[in-house]
Nanobody, 124 residues
Framework: QVQLVESGGGLVQAGGSLRLSCTAS????????MAWFRQAPGKEREFVAAIWSIGTTYYADYADPVKGRFTVSGNNGKNTVYLQMNSLKPEDTAVYYC???????????????WGQGTQVSVSS
């Protein structure tokens, strides 16, 4: 059984920063892809960022709205993935979910397990 535990959400003013963490148990991060999604009230869950490996090389991908502001990274030894969010905007307000799958993740159908979600609120 895989468990994903997220932390780091909160309330921040526009222009501020937050760092989300997601620790996986039951599956080694380096063997799989991990990603972050978000869901705002009344909207569908959307892809934010992903990190995956091919051999010993790690790759990252980002949704257009967060490119240049968000950075996804991982600590293989801690089975933890981070999402550093800078220059936050009110439209970034959402519940952020960590996800893990067997390969590169770019949509919810690629996900095997979800975290419980952590709220990020950005005030104007």
């Amino acid at each position: 059984q895989v468990q994903l535990v997220e932390s780091g959400g909160g309330l921040v003013q526009a222009g501020g920063s937050l760092r989300l963490s997601c620790t996986a148990s039951g599956r080694t991060f380096s063997s799989y892809g991990m990603a972050w999604f978000r869901q705002a009230p009344g909207k569908e869950r959307e892809f934010v960022a992903a990190i995956w490996s091919i051999g010993t090389t790690y790759y990252a991908d980002y949704a257009d709205p967060v490119k240049g502001r968000f950075t996804v990274s991982g600590n293989n030894g801690k089975n933890t993935v981070y999402l550093q969010m800078n220059s936050l905007k009110p439209e970034d307000t959402a519940v952020y979910y960590c996800a893990i799958g067997t390969t590169r993740i770019s949509r919810p159908t690629h996900v095997d397990y979800w975290g419980q979600g952590t709220q990020v609120s950005v005030s104007s």
